[in-house]
């Protein structure tokens, strides 16, 4: 399942080849994905330019020129991919873009999801209000980490998994970004203090950036968005390394399970 930084390379992607470019034709092979499709997209897309490609969470948003707001989330097991030939019966939706750039949605499970909602309110779809703040976004430091942290009593780990609290940090990322911090994920969210949501906050930012930037090097004609990690999956400093040696001091990474959920962490590094 794509995460954050897999969404963001596809952003990135999309912005490159396609903003301010004038949609052409969208091929609509069935009514739904995981809810109905919006009525009468073809006619409502054609003709519109784009205008940028933002991300919110895992959706990206294209704003378009007439003020509305193509949201997608990819699913399960959505792709985009760029031209080439088409890919069969789990193609469900084409583009095309003046120029003659093809965009093709692949989704084999139908988890993804497609709507139209105004611009200027897009903080009020329902898939959208409610999501946490945004890790990458310029704002995002440790006073604020700290404050979303504050008087929870629950393990650390889940606190930063928690959707409403902070959005893109999926399990990978999490057991990455402690370890970074030398924090423990079983300790209560509410005993970090100012410096430990300073080193936090870093982590978690440095853990993204890294992983974009494995992501960003291996797109070309597919948008990225195959669920695959790129080559961040080679860089875990902990995660998926159970009884290997900590890269910092040698002892051997635990695995525990935390709210359901596998957690790697070096017991003598992260307190
Ligand atoms: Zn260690």
Redesign the pocket.
């Known amino acids: 399942m794509p995460e954050l930084p897999e969404v963001e390379t596809i952003r990135r992607g999309l912005a490159v080849r396609l903003t301010g470019t004038r949609i052409t034709g969208v091929e609509q092979r069935r009514p739904d994905l995981r809810f109905p499709l919006p009525e009468r997209l073809a006619s409502r897309l054609v003709g519109r330019r784009t205008v940028r490609f933002a991300r919110r969470a895992k959706y990206l948003l294209a704003a378009l020129d007439d003020g509305w707001t193509l949201l997608l989330h990819l699913g399960m097991s959505g792709r985009l991919v760029f031209d080439g030939p088409p890919r069969g019966p789990h193609e469900h939706l084409t583009f095309r873009f003046e120029g003659g750039t093809v965009l093709r949605f692949v989704d084999p499970r139908r988890f993804g999801a497609l709507d139209l909602w105004p611009s200027e309110r897009l903080d009020e779809h329902p898939l959208l209000r409610g999501l946490g703040v945004e890790p990458l976004e310029p704002g995002f430091d440790g006073p604020l980490l700290l404050s979303l942290l504050q008087g929870r009593r629950l393990p650390l780990k889940s606190a930063l998994m928690d959707q409403r609290l902070l959005v893109g940090v999926g399990n990978i990322y999490a057991n990455e970004a402690l370890f970074r911090a030398r924090l423990s994920p079983r300790r209560l969210a509410g005993t970090v203090g100012p410096e430990r949501a300073d080193r936090l906050a870093r982590a978690v930012r440095e853990v993204l950036e890294a992983a974009i930037a494995k992501g960003g090097t291996t797109l070309r004609d597919y948008v990225q968005a195959n669920g695959e990690l790129g080559s961040f999956q080679n860089d875990f400093s902990v995660y998926e390394r159970e009884g290997e040696p ?1 890269p ?4 051997p990474i635990r695995r525990i399970v935390l709210a359901g959920r596998a957690t790697y962490f ?1 017991s ?3 307190r």
């Not at 910092?248 to 002892?251: E, K, L, M, N, P």
């Open positions: 900590c910092a001091c040698g002892r070096c003598r590094c992260q």
